[in-house]
């Protein structure tokens, strides 16, 4: 089956799967990657591992919606955008769900397996993240400073 119809199975199934909700459920966008997994770049590694790690499912479902709009420039993954594609009822707290949104994005940032780039956030592939955890590192280690000439250098 090509990656194209494992699409489109998954958004049938989803569609089928909203239709019998209750009134004021909602599809999240999280819930697409049950279906094209293997189609996704770094998914089984990444994401399972969240799955794994993290007891916050806020957290794993945004770092799958995340996933899915890494190569879409033209949705922007601030944080109220995130909080639309998280909404899973239409009677829900959406200033709660902001707050919700927002630790689960530090979480996920502090566990290196998204980045944020001012108000934008995005999904770390493998490599990413091995190029991010090395910066830090470097970072870390040592801290020099100028003053008068001098040269001196910290551990931090």
Not at 129 to 140: L, M, P, S, T, V
Request: charged share 30%.
């Amino acid at each position: 089956m090509l990656a194209s119809d494992r699409c489109w199975e998954s958004f049938k199934k989803l569609r089928s799967k909203s239709q019998k909700s209750t009134f004021g459920e909602l599809a999240t966008f999280d819930l697409l990657t049950k279906g094209i997994s293997s189609t996704l770049e770094s998914h089984p590694l990444s994401v399972r591992a969240a799955e794994r790690n993290l007891d916050n499912e806020l957290a794993v479902r945004l770092l799958k919606a995340l996933l899915l709009v890494k190569h879409v420039k033209e949705l922007k993954t601030s944080v109220s955008n995130l909080r639309v594609l998280m909404s899973s009822r239409l009677d829900q707290r959406l200033t709660q769900l902001r707050k919700d949104v927002e630790e689960s994005l530090r979480l996920l940032e502090n566990q290196i397996y998204i980045q944020r780039n001012g108000e934008y956030w995005k999904f770390l592939t493998d490599d990413e993240k091995g190029r991010r955890a090395g910066d830090q590192e470097h970072r870390a280690a040592v801290l020099t400073t100028r003053v008068g000439g001098n040269t001196s250098s910290f551990l931090v």
